[in-house]
């Protein structure tokens, strides 16, 4: 998010300091130790975690607050960076005032039920095209990251379809991100870290998402939670995240359905995020 973070949140900032955080593996951070080609050898030997990633997460939040001269921060995390979110939040609760998730993962490691949504909604809207596709990929599990990409392509197309998208001015980078060498970082460390967090067998990689159940070991915070859920969202589904705010045990919670929306940022998102932190008393 770090070269769009001005087209979405400049206006925040009478408000709050915010902070964009190129993980490992992602943008810059990704380019401090980026080969010349993302090969397979590199994958094998640079293998991502999530451990090793929230361990990263809390280590900025301890530098944050002290070099900030806060006593706490708020933290939010979006699609993957909501399963680094919860890993930190629940590890280390007392660096934050709350946690806020927006397109919770919960328990990613099966594409089974992806794949049965977007069959129906193919054959209900006759789409042959997608159809095609799915039969040629067959049903899920894969052991290759490719044939995984082939089918979020497809619940990518179906959310598209029933969300309200975002101004197309939001993610066109800044000026200091808008050159080819972040261009070729951003795309590269995308890909490096998606091989990672699916898996591919044939790489040598090991898929993250494999290790990650929340409901089976991340219901327990001491921090208040809230969790912004599009009702279109096909890849983190409402049911999904749903289940995991009812069972999860925080001292207050708050469950934010969002109509028009899917798995993305658009402006219903940033005006419920907003309300949200003014909300989390800093007191």
Do not use: C
């Amino acid at each position: 998010m770090s070269p769009y973070a001005d087209n979405l949140y400049k206006a925040w900032e009478t408000d709050f300091l915010i902070v964009q955080w190129d993980q490992r593996g992602a943008g810059r951070t990704y380019g401090r130790n980026a080969p010349e080609e993302l090969t397979p050898e590199f994958l094998q030997a640079n293998p991502l975690t999530l451990t090793q990633m929230a361990d990263d997460g809390i280590a900025l939040s301890e530098f944050l607050i002290e070099h900030l001269g806060k006593e706490k921060i708020i933290l939010f995390g979006t699609s993957w960076g909501s399963a680094l979110g919860v890993a930190i939040a629940t590890k280390r609760p007392d660096l934050f005032y709350a946690y806020v998730g927006h397109s919770q993962i919960v328990n990613p490691s099966s594409d089974e039920g992806l794949y049965k949504k977007v069959q129906q909604l193919a054959t209900a809207a006759n789409d042959t095209t997608s159809l095609d596709r799915l039969n040629e990929i067959g049903a899920p599990p894969y052991d290759r990251a490719r044939t995984v990409g082939q089918l979020w392509r497809i619940v990518k197309k179906y959310e598209s379809q029933n969300s309200q998208p975002a101004p197309e001015s939001w993610f066109v980078p800044s000026s200091d991100y808008a050159n080819a060498k972040d261009d070729q970082h951003r795309s590269d460390g995308d890909d490096y870290s998606y091989v990672n967090f699916v898996g591919d067998k044939v790489l040598g990689v090991a898929a993250m998402r494999a290790s990650i159940n929340f409901l089976e070991t991340s219901l327990d915070f001491k921090i208040p939670v809230y969790l912004i859920q599009g009702e279109e969202d096909i890849l983190t589904p409402k049911e999904s995240t749903r289940l995991f705010f009812e069972q999860l045990k925080s001292p207050a919670k708050d469950y934010v359905l969002l109509p028009n929306t899917a798995h993305g940022f658009n402006q219903v998102v940033i005006d419920s995020q907003y309300a949200i932190f003014m909300s989390i008393r800093v007191d």
